[in-house]
């Protein structure tokens, strides 16, 4: 129940093209879903993140898109760019509940092709 | 300092021997939290820290594993008797306050390898 599916594992897009990544959790506790990207060698930095009490943010070419009743978060990069070739993650977690941790999906390796 | 700092960056050991993990987190954040980052999945939680006690021990893998920090500032992550499946990135991040709904700033790893 404290998992947080992630998919797919990997990704390859054209430049332009939109990415998009998906989530999925169990916890209806949860209420803070964040997204991490992190390039090699280097830690995970912080991108965007939502609540659930909205169904989109926005944040430059970069949105995550919340489905309260389905459980699942996505992460859409539109007109992506080489320098968005990355490791992303998406993470929950719930204040509410004192879980004062997240809990990260495994990842999505993306690659976006010049 | 600037940001998160993690010594060493790299560190092979031979299986059966001790290592120390240290962390520098950002001057004045109260939250530090260490994290294990495996081949192929995700960041697993290990522990974290709120000033110098550690509410929440439940991600150390067993008791070879164990983890302090003094003066609410520096902390040492260690595993003793090292094994191969301890091979892995070890992540420290740090935060104004506990995790939950606020920024969690990373280090760039200590990558662990052990033979």
């Known amino acids: 129940q404290q998992q947080v599916k992630q998919s797919p594992q990997s990704l390859i897009v054209q430049k332009g093209g939109i990415s998009i990544i998906n989530c999925a959790y169990e916890?209806?506790?949860?209420?803070?879903f964040p997204w991490y990207q992190q390039f090699p060698g280097k830690g995970p930095a912080l991108l965007i993140a939502?609540?659930?009490?909205?169904s989109e943010k926005k944040e430059g070419r970069f949105t995550i898109s919340f489905n309260k009743s389905a459980k699942q978060f996505s992460l859409h990069i539109m007109d992506s760019q080489p320098g968005d070739s990355a490791t992303y993650f998406c993470a929950a977690s719930s204040v509410l509940s004192g879980t004062y941790k997240y809990i990260f999906g495994t990842g999505t390796r993306l690659k976006v092709l010049a | 300092g600037a940001g998160v700092s993690q010594s060493p960056s790299n560190k092979v050991t031979e299986k059966g021997k001790d290592v120390e993990l240290r962390c520098d987190p950002i001057s004045g954040h109260t939250a530090l939290y260490w994290y294990r980052q495996s081949l192929g999945q995700g960041l697993e939680f290990l522990i974290y820290?709120?000033?110098?006690?550690?509410?929440?021990k439940s991600g150390l893998p067993s008791d070879r594993f164990s983890a302090e920090r003094t003066g609410g500032s520096v902390s040492t992550l260690t595993i003793q008797r090292t094994q191969q499946e301890d091979s892995a990135v070890y992540l420290c991040a740090s935060s104004p306050r506990l995790f939950g709904n606020t920024e969690a700033f990373f280090g760039q790893g200590t990558r662990l390898t052990v033979v």
């Open positions: 820290f709120q000033g110098n006690s550690a509410p929440d």
């Open positions: 939502i609540r659930p009490d909205v």
């Open positions: 916890n209806t506790a949860f209420d803070y």
